[in-house]
Each structure stands twice: as C-alpha cells, then as structure tokens.
C-alpha cells in the first residue's frame, strides 16, 4: 500500500486526523505570478553591518523562477537531478523552484566553499548523479573545480543562475506535476554514514506545509523569518516551501550572518510583523549568551508569533534561560514552541501549541525501565514536551514486539501521513528498514509507517523525546541516554565548554562501558589542566547522579568535538574520533 493510497483509505478511520494535499506547490506559485505583494527578502550582511536587504515580489520571483525551470527543462529529461550548489541568497531559492517548476527532481545541497561539510558533499553527488548543477557565478569556479574532483559524477551542464538571461522564460509552460512524483531529494546530515537521500514527494512537502500552517498555526499574513542553511530540512520548508505554500513574505539571512552575530535574527523578527521561526535549541542559548544588556534594551519582541525549537535535544534550562533574558523585551514564554520532526517526515510531526513550552520532571531509575513515572525530586529528570502531531498520526511501538505500548511507555517513535517520504534514493535495503514499518491494530492504517529510529513516550497526551536508538548506552540491562549524561558531566568541571561533548558506548570485547569525550572551552590551555582532578570530577558527578561508572572521560581541544552539518552531536564519528585516540595510544 503507498503513503497516498493508504492516507485516502483510512482518512476516515483517522477520524479527520490526517492532512493530505491537494496540489503541488508549484501551482502555489504560478497563481501569485500577478502578485505585487512582498514574497522573499534576502538581508545580507556581508558589506553592511545593517544589513543589505535584496527584496522580490511573487511577480518578480515567479518571473525568475520561470526562466529557471526553462534552463532546466533544455538541460535535462524528466528524471534526471538538479543539484543546488548555490550559495544562500535568491539564486538558492530561484533554482530550487526552478527546478520543482520544470518537473525535474531537485537536490538542494551547498556551494562548496563549505569546506567542513566536503565528504558529504561529494557523498550525495556521487549517490544522486545529477545530470545538471545550478550555482551562482560568484560559485562558479569552486563548483567547477568540484565537478573534476574524485569520487564525483561529472554533470552534463553546469549553469549559473544569476548569469540566464532575464525574460528567457515568459513563455514557458510548466508540465503537468503529479503529487505522487519525486520534488526532491533530501539529505539526512549524518556525518559517518554515505548521506542517505529521502525522497520528498511534491504530496509530501505540499503536505507537510499545511500540517505546519495548522501546527504553528500561520497564514499568508505571516513573516517566515530565519538563518537556517537551505540544504536542510528545516532551512528549506521554512524558508522557500513553507512561504510559497502560504503567499506569505520570507525573510532570511545566511548562518554565518547569525553565528558571527547572534542578536540579527531578533532585529529581524522586531522588525517584521506576525514572524514564525525556529531553529535548533544551541541557538536559542546563544542567543542569550551572546546578547548584551544593550541589545536587549532596544528589542521590540512583541509582534513575534512563534520560535519553533527543534532537530535537536531540547532542554528545560534553555527555555527557562531564554524566557527570562527576552521576556522583559516583550516576548511572551508562549510563544517558544518546542517540537520534533525529520527528514524522513518532510520535516514537522509534532509541535507544541499556544500554551507553549511544558515540562515535566520523570523518575531516572523508572525511564530506565521504559516508564515513564512523574517525580519531583531533586534528581529527577526534566524533559520537555514536544507537542502533539497535526495532520498525521504518531505512535509508539515496542521495538522487540513491533506492538503500540500503552501511554507512559518509552518505545520507537513510528508516523504515519501523505507527508513520510516515499524511500531513500537508490538504497533499498534501508528504504525497507525505515519507510515500511506494519501495524496490525485496531483502528490504525497498517502501513507504511516509517520508523524513525527515536526513543520516545506519550504523557498526558503529549510527545517526549528520550533519545536515539543508535545513541541508547545500555549497561548492566539498564537503558542510558547520552544527552542525559553530558548534561550531567557538563556541570562537572569549569573547563568545561557546554553542549560540547559527547557521550557512547564502547565494548573491549567482554563488556560494554560508557565514555565521555568533552571539549575545553576557548582559552583553555590543556596542560595546565590536572587531568586526574578532572576525570574524577566528571567521573564523581556522573556516577551520583546516574549510578552509572565511566570507563574513560577525555578532555580535548576546542573545537574537537564532531558535529553534523545540522549542528547535532555526531556521536557515532566522536566514537570513532575515540578509539583512533585509543589505537594511537597502544
């Protein structure tokens, strides 16, 4: 049974539950072809620290897109792949909708000036084998440079999009698109693995857009504001799909724009109305870390709708830290809406509503046995709820029986919806593994449910995340999360550089024992540092709280710790960074 079949058969059954689009987002846009109401504004802060701000109506960017998609359409057949090897600015966006226009099947990635990403880069060009490359000339050299590289598939064509003559395509007709077809490729961040493309169907993505609409909730009166890089799935949907879904007006900026100042993405959000936005939770805390008094004083948060905080581990103090540095700004604690999703899902599943964040505090030793059990003490452990789905359905599923568990019970988290991607790109084993779940329960669709490879509960019916599958640190029959164990070890030491380690597990062949890699923070000069005090420190620390003895806590230099090109801890990369340190060492 396919996603789409499947989602009409049991609408019903679902009881109104499941959200299933209508029509690709392409003819979104063609309708707003007479538009001149504000559609996309790039702020680019590269020669002006104000910001310089290059805006498109929907009639000029429809124009645009239009003489894209007919470059692409003389350059490629249907099927072929059209990467994005364009830096963030309206030449990404244009050719990403070009693309989609033309009926081919998009690769969003990024120029290759992103040096630290390169593997990856090259991984999903080789996995894809785009026939066409779509750039801006002040890329061009680099992305050809990169096309004669090894391991990567030569394309036919490589084309810049700033450089196709303006008006070439008034007179192009888009082909008939159907919303079964592939609109593009995903590519998951993982950094150890060959990138997996999810194949994001033009129903998936015209869906996930109105599960959003309903979650955040926004209209065409909204401003989707952000810095997220473009390539990834939460960049993307928010700041092309989402707006051309809606008509409303994309504000964006470039990540090195926002890590370089942190205080731009609240000067953008003060400054245009009814904003929706998100980011992953270490922004929200640089965010607080990087903005002075000053800043604040001048901050006008009021007008701001919604924060999503999401694609990473979200904690408690975060919100609490956040809600006290710009509540005073005239931000309502409300209006931080912690949610979940992924690739594989489009990107949104779940998300929390108007009461904004809730947290709950749960027994170690009970979530360690897959319960979840309510305490209010000292030690207890505090998650915070990710919200409720909107237009698909969520359950959690034992993943030695592949039954649902009743609510309060840890287990894989599964999603069912029009929004799930349809496979990974030429990979049919994992295809099987993750997008082909069954159910066989009473008043549920029985597939295909896609296996997201999370840990989580429902509470009080809302969703917790608890952790990754892979990531589980199991020791003596006891379940441990490593986010849980660096939150801890993080406290241990003043060396320390926060939300910078990473915890595993390592097997010396008899038993399984966990270690924590940790990185210093700026300035620290490592040999003044007594590593005995400090091992015992985060040694002492971890085993207080979590009853669990480190077999090894490795102090490294800043910057050594392994991140995806999301931002998340790459726990399985910083394993492998381990034991290269170990088999130097022998």
């Not at 084998?129 to 680099?142: G, I, N």
Request: proline share 5%; with cysteine; glycine share 10%.
């Amino acid at each position: 049974m396919s996603v789409s079949s499947g989602v009409a058969a049991t609408a019903e059954l679902a009881k109104g539950r499941l959200t299933q689009a209508a029509r690709p987002i392409t003819e979104d846009l063609v309708q707003r072809a007479e538009s001149d109401r504000l559609a996309s504004t790039f702020v680019d802060y590269t020669n002006d620290r104000q910001g310089e701000r290059h805006t498109l109506t929907w009639r000029q960017l429809v124009a645009r897109v239009r003489d894209v998609a007919a470059a692409v359409t003389e350059h490629t057949a249907p099927g072929d792949r059209v990467a994005v090897l364009a830096p963030q600015n309206h030449d990404y966006v244009t050719g990403f909708l070009g693309a989609l226009l033309a009926g081919r099947i998009a690769v969003p990635l990024f120029a290759p000036e992103l040096g630290a990403h390169a593997d990856r880069l090259v991984g999903a060009l080789d996995n894809c084998a785009p026939k066409l490359w779509l750039t801006s000339s002040a890329s061009l050299d680099a992305v050809e440079e990169l096309a004669t590289g090894e391991g990567v598939p030569a394309p036919g064509h490589i084309l810049a999009v700033d450089g196709i003559t303006e008006g070439s395509g008034k007179d192009f007709q888009a082909p008939e698109i159907g919303l079964d077809e592939p609109a593009y490729l995903q590519y998951t961040s993982g950094s150890t693995r060959t990138p997996a493309g999810a194949v994001i169907t033009h129903r998936a993505v015209a869906t996930n857009c109105a599960q959003g609409a309903a979650g955040f909730p926004a209209d065409d009166t909204s401003t989707c504001v952000g810095w997220l890089p473009l390539f990834h799935d939460m960049g993307l949907v928010l700041q092309i799909c989402f707006p051309v879904h809606l008509g409303a007006h994309a504000v964006f900026t470039t990540p090195f724009a926002f890590i370089l100042k942190p205080v731009r993405w609240l000067e953008l959000l003060a400054e245009f109305p009814n904003a929706v936005t998100g980011g992953p939770n270490f922004a929200f805390d640089m965010l607080v870390k990087k903005t002075t008094e000053e800043d604040r004083a001048r901050l006008d948060l009021s007008r701001v709708h919604s924060m999503r905080n999401g694609a990473e581990p979200i904690r408690a103090g975060t919100i609490d830290r956040f809600a006290e540095a710009f509540g005073p700004c005239g931000l309502d604690r409300s209006a931080h809406r912690p949610s979940y999703g992924l690739a594989e899902a489009t990107v949104y599943v779940t998300t929390t509503g108007s009461e904004g964040p809730v947290v709950r505090g749960f027994d170690r030793a009970a979530l360690a046995d897959n319960r979840a059990v309510e305490s209010t003490a000292e030690d207890a452990l505090s998650l915070v709820a990710a919200g409720t789905p909107a237009g698909q359905l969520v359950r959690i599923v034992d993943r030695g029986t592949g039954e649902v568990v009743p609510d309060g019970t840890v287990g894989e988290i599964w999603v069912y919806g029009a929004n799930v991607a349809s496979a990974y790109w030429d990979s049919p084993e994992a295809t099987e593994a993750t997008f082909r779940g069954v159910l066989h329960e009473d008043g549920l669709p029985e597939g295909p449910w896609l296996r997201t490879g999370d840990l989580g509960m429902f509470h009080a019916d809302l969703l917790f995340i608890t952790g990754r599958m892979k990531d589980l640190i199991i020791i003596d029959g006891k379940n441990h999360y490593p986010q849980d164990i660096e939150a801890t070890a993080e406290q241990a030491h003043e060396v320390i550089r926060r939300q910078h380690l990473a915890a595993f597990s390592v097997d010396d062949g008899e038993t399984e024992g966990a270690v924590v890699l940790i990185e210093a923070r700026p300035g620290t000069d490592l040999a003044a540092v007594d590593q005995k005090e400090f091992s015992r420190s985060v040694k002492r620390a971890v085993s207080q709280v979590h009853d669990v003895k480190l077999r090894d806590v490795r102090l490294i230099p800043t910057g050594g710790i392994i991140r995806t090109s999301s931002g998340k801890i790459a726990r399985a990369a910083n394993r492998e960074q381990y034991l290269d340190m170990i088999r130097t060492e022998k």
